[in-house]
Each structure stands twice: as structure tokens, then as C-alpha cells.
């Protein structure tokens, strides 16, 4: 038997899932706590010891390989020149490389923002400003401002390559680590954000994954190969393409609903699907991830309430206004709860509607109309995903709070709101047994075992 | 290697092109683009429905030398209100501004509509079925008079 063990160092646990690439199927899954902050060790030591009593004796396994959102995650802060356009470029990298963007700055830096990128602290700073043979000004003088700070991190210039070595060379004389890569928009309009999430990925392998102290087991396992979330967007992107053995599920979204944000990966082009649909704005990127930052149920669940509606969550999860008060005062201040009623399983159905309906909102483009003296013409901003063939679920909340039918059904279209560019008939699948961040892990070295594998495990949503 | 022999500073200088404002007459500024194309200018096409703000925040990062901005449906004054202020307001005080097209509804006298665009910072307007070889001569002559200024 050939097997593949994939650990998945989180923040609040360690998790494994032992895979049998022959069979591609799942052999056994194990969980200990995260101990990153103290020795990373224990907690995958306490898992290798749950996953071991679950299958009886651990197999010699031929990959071992990890992913990791402790200690913070991937802290990125990305700076660009103009909003709309570089800096807005640099966003869409440093998410689609799996990062936790804590600052995402445009224009020249301030001394107030050099103080605030100081305070972030991030793991790894995305410098891009300027097109090729566009502005050079701005680019280096947030190198200039940035090589005097006080930041240690790596930096990775993706900006105007006429510009990138001047940049490199005024942060390097300063001692700060540079990578240059090519810039994440050469050409006005076009993005060009994979060779900066490659460099990313191989600084996080590189420096961060020992920086984290993550390393410290670095014998119990062949490498940490991305951050999770990137590894949930590598496993997107395998169900979505297939292999040349296999072919996946065509155009699809993933919503990860977890205690503090939603992410929504899609994997889509998300051009017009509607005649006479006029494409405006920045291309979109055919990975693209966002993060929700205001829209978590424990951490974020008054501000769900605060956009849905105290009224709207009670009236959905069928419980009295007062009651429904309660209980958010409740799971906010212990953001570990599970629910414990029928009334709190209710209350966190809805609020994982309201979650997933808001997040998949914001992800999907918009129509919009613009009367002209020829007529009115749709314009679109940001990716049509009425097309998209499948919605997959994870995360904790729709693995194990059942409801998954009504909670996914939040991201379809809305016949009373059609600008909204959601998706219209897709399968609703759920990844209750936590593998797509497996499915991505292990795509890196059995790309067939792994689109098997994780196929197996999406599970079709029935209606509740 | 283009047309652009007789300049060679042609090839350093980058313009912005558009259509502004609800209009979605493309094709006398895509012919435009491809003129500028041809004569070894790099040019930056953003195509029709393009507001105002788009033209100015291509041009700053693209490092654009000049905005060639076409309207063809008599609404141009009321577009390229502000123009050159907010251009001044990104930093972009030095850029050359052309208006073509359509300018004005109806039959107006055409030294009066070139002041009124003038007036609003552009440094010149050209009526509609200007060739686009006087538009590139006068380019040159625009460009030359700046490098020795």
C-alpha cells in the first residue's frame, strides 16, 4: 500500500488525513491540538497518536506533506500604485497565494502608513506599483520609505520592471530580503498575478515556515508546501480542471464559512454570460479567492447581524427577536461555542445564510446599467458566475451543522436581485470530511490520486 | 518597427486613448489607436463607456505623456468638466490633453468650440474627420516644442 499522510497545522488544531493513493481513498483521519506557539511537535505528535488509534498502526508513509494557517496565517501587506489598478493587482496575488492581508496600501507611502506597516508586522511584504515603462517614481520611493522602516519581513517586488532593480537594490542596502518577480500588471489592464503568488509560495517555504518555528518537526514530515488557504485553492482548482486521466466539475465555487471570516474561492473565467453584456473594469483573476473579513460566526457574527438584520436572522432561524438577542450576545462572547439547542442551531443556520448570501454577493460581479444616447448597455463589473456548475461547502459550521442544503443555497442567484452575478443551477456538494486543503496537498505529487480522491469525498447536498 | 521613422522620441512617449462619458462610439477611436499604433507611439486604449477618473488613473500608472480623449455624442463639455483640474489633483499637471470628435450638438462655429475645450485645460481639440496623420503631425510638433522648452 502506497500512502500520503497531509497535515494541515490550523490555529486551533492539528489535522491529518492518511490517504491510500493506490485506492485513492481516505485510510484515516487524526487531530491534536495546535502547539505551534509552544513546540509544533506535540500537537502533530497527539495527532499521529488519534489518527494511529483510528487505523491501528501508522503505514510508512511514502509523502508527508503540510500546509499551515498557525500563527497568524500568512501575514501579508501589499502596496500598489493606483487603487483600481497595481495595488488592486497586488491584492488579488497575495490572496490567490493564500495570505491573510492585513494592510493593503496604494499610492505613495505615508510616514503614518510606514507606522502602520511597522505595527501589522507581516510575514511578507508584495511591493508593485507602475506598469512596464510606467511609473518608476512611486515604486521606489515606497522602497526608499520601506528600506528606512523598521519592517524586517521578505519583501517581493512585482512591480515596473524597469524600476524592480532599483527597488531591490535600495531595500537590500538596507538588509531587508527581496525576491523580484515579474509585475503583476506589465501591460495596462492586464493582470498578471501567478509568477508573484509563485515567488510568494517559495518565500513562505523558505523563510516563513521557519520563522514560524513550524520547521521544529521538520523530521516528521517532507515539507510545508502553502498556507491552507492556498491549499483549499489548489484543491479547487484540480476538482475544477480534472486531470488528463479524469475530468472535473467544470467551473466552481468553494465557501469556507469559518469563526472569523468567509472565504469564497471560484474557479471560473466569469466572463459575460448574457448578450450585449459590456466587460468593465480590471480582468478578473481565474483564481480568484476573497476573504470577508466582517462575516464569521463567532468572532464577526454581530457585524452578519448588523448587515442581514436582528429581524431577518430571527425570522429565518425561527426564533423570537429577544431570544435571538441572546444567543448572539452568547456565541460573540465565546467564540468556541458549539450550539447546545435547537434554537442556537437555528440561529447559526441563519446566520451562516446570511454569511454565505453576503460573501458569495460580494465575489460575484455586478451588472449595472448605463443609459446612453444609443440605448441602455449592461455593463459588468467583476466575474459572472451565473454559469458555475458547482458549489462546494466546507468548514466547520457546514461540515457539522447540518442544514448544508439551506446554508449553500444562499450563494445561488436571486431572481429579485438579478445584477447580482450568482451562480443559477449548480450541484451543491460538501466537503464534510475536511479534505480539499488533502485534495491540494497532495496534487503537488499525485495529481490523478489526488482529483480521485477528493471527487470521492464531495458529497451531494440533499435538501433538508 | 511602425512608420515612426521621422521621430524617434515616438516610441518613449505613451498615450492614454478613449472613448468618455455614455458613449459608445468606438470605432473613430479604436482607427485613432491604431494610427498612434502604427506610428510608433505606445498607446494605452481603454475603448468606449470610459469615465473621466479611468482616463486619469491609466495615465498615472502607465506614466502616460498625453490623454487623447474622443467624444462623439454632443455631451463633451459636460464630461470633461474638471478635466484638467483633476489631472492637476493626481499630479499630472505637465500631461498633454487632446478632445476629438463630436464635440457640441448641432451646428456651431468651430473657432468658438475650440476655446470652450480649450478653456477647460485641453491643449488642443480637433473637429470630427480630422485625418489621423495631422493628428500625429501635430503630436510631433507638440512633444518637440516641450523637449526644447
Known sequence: ?464 | MGTGGQNSNRAEITLVTGVIGADTHIVGNRILSMALEEAGFKVVALGALTPADEFIKAAIETAADGIMVSSLYGQGELDCRGFRDMCVEAGLQDILLYIGGNLVVGKQDWAEVEARYRDLGFDRAFPNATRTEDVVAVLDEDFAARRQG
Do not use: W
Not at chain 1, 502608513?113 to 510575514?123: F, G, K, M, R, S
Not at chain 1, 509560495?201 to 515556515?209: A, E, G, N, P, W
Not at chain 1, 455586478?366 to 463589473?381: A, E, N, R
Open chain 1, 1 to 464: 500500500m502506497t500512502t500520503a499522510l497531509l497535515i494541515d497545522f490550523g490555529s486551533t488544531f492539528t489535522k491529518l488525513r492518511a490517504v491510500d493513493l493506490e485506492k485513492a481513498s481516505i485510510i484515516g483521519a487524526g487531530q491534536g491540538p495546535s502547539t505551534v506557539t509552544t513546540d509544533v511537535t506535540e500537537g502533530l505528535t497527539a495527532a499521529l497518536g488519534d489518527l494511529e488509534a483510528h487505523i491501528g498502526g501508522l503505514p510508512d508513509f511514502k509523502h508527508r506533506l503540510a500546509c499551515s494557517s498557525a500563527a497568524g496565517g500568512l501575514k501579508m501587506v501589499t502596496v500598489g500604485l493606483v487603487r483600481e489598478l497595481t495595488a488592486e493587482a497586488a491584492r488579488q496575488a497575495a490572496l490567490g497565494a493564500g495570505a491573510k492581508l492585513t494592510g493593503a496600501f496604494s499610492y505613495g507611502l505615508t510616514a503614518g502608513d510606514i507606522v502602520e506597516v511597522e505595527a501589522h508586522a507581516p510575514d511578507i511584504i508584495l511591493l508593485a506599483g507602475g506598469t512596464d515603462g510606467g511609473n518608476a517614481d512611486v515604486i521606489l520611493e515606497n522602497a526608499a520609505k520601506l528600506a528606512k522602516s523598521a519592517v524586517a519581513c521578505p519583501i517581493v517586488v512585482a512591480g515596473n520592471r524597469e524600476a524592480a532593480d532599483e527597488a531591490a537594490r535600495l531595500l537590500r542596502s538596507a538588509d531587508k530580503p527581496v525576491t523580484i518577480t515579474e509585475n503583476v500588471m506589465p501591460e495596462f489592464g492586464e493582470l498578471n498575478v501567478e509568477p508573484a503568488r509563485a515567488a510568494i509560495r517559495d518565500v513562505f517555504i523558505d523563510r516563513i515556515v521557519h520563522a514560524k518555528g513550524i520547521d521544529r518537526a521538520a523530521e516528521m514530515f517532507d515539507a510545508v508546501l502553502m498556507p491552507t488557504p492556498a491549499a483549499v485553492l489548489d484543491g479547487a482548482k484540480l476538482l475544477s480542471e480534472g486531470t488528463k486521466e479524469k475530468s472535473g466539475l467544470g467551473p466552481l465555487l468553494v465557501i469556507d464559512v469559518g469563526g472569523a471570516t468567509t472565504d469564497v474561492h471560484s474557479v471560473c473565467l466569469g466572463e459575460p454570460t448574457m448578450e450585449g453584456v459590456i466587460a468593465h473594469g480590471l480582468p478578473e483573476p481565474y483564481l480568484k479567492r476573497t476573504v470577508e473579513g466582517d462575516l464569521g460566526m463567532r468572532h464577526n457574527a454581530a457585524a452578519i447581524v448588523e448587515a442581514a438584520g436582528l429581524e431577518a436572522v430571527a425570522e429565518e432561524a425561527g426564533v423570537p427577536l429577544e431570544r435571538a438577542g441572546e444567543i448572539l450576545e452568547t456565541v460573540t462572547g465565546d467564540v468556541e461555542r458549539l450550539p447546545e439547542d435547537e434554537d442556537e442551531t437555528r440561529f447559526d443556520r441563519a446566520l451562516a445564510r446570511a454569511a454565505v448570501d453576503a460573501a458569495v454577493t460580494r465575489h460575484a460581479g455586478s451588472l449595472s446599467i448605463v443609459q446612453t444616447v444609443s440605448g441602455p448597455v449592461s455593463m459588468q463589473t467583476g466575474k459572472d458566475l451565473s454559469a458555475v456548475e458547482t458549489v462546494i461547502g466546507t468548514g466547520g459550521v457546514l461540515a457539522h451543522g447540518g442544514g448544508a442544503h439551506a446554508v449553500l443555497s444562499a450563494a445561488l442567484a436571486d431572481a429579485a436581485q438579478p445584477q447580482n452575478l450568482k451562480p443559477k443551477t449548480p450541484k451543491l456538494l460538501l466537503d464534510s470530511d475536511y479534505v480539499l486543503y488533502a485534495c491540494g496537498l497532495l496534487a503537488a505529487v499525485d495529481v490523478d490520486a489526488a482529483l480521485t480522491f477528493g471527487l470521492a469525498h464531495m458529497h451531494p447536498v440533499d435538501e433538508d
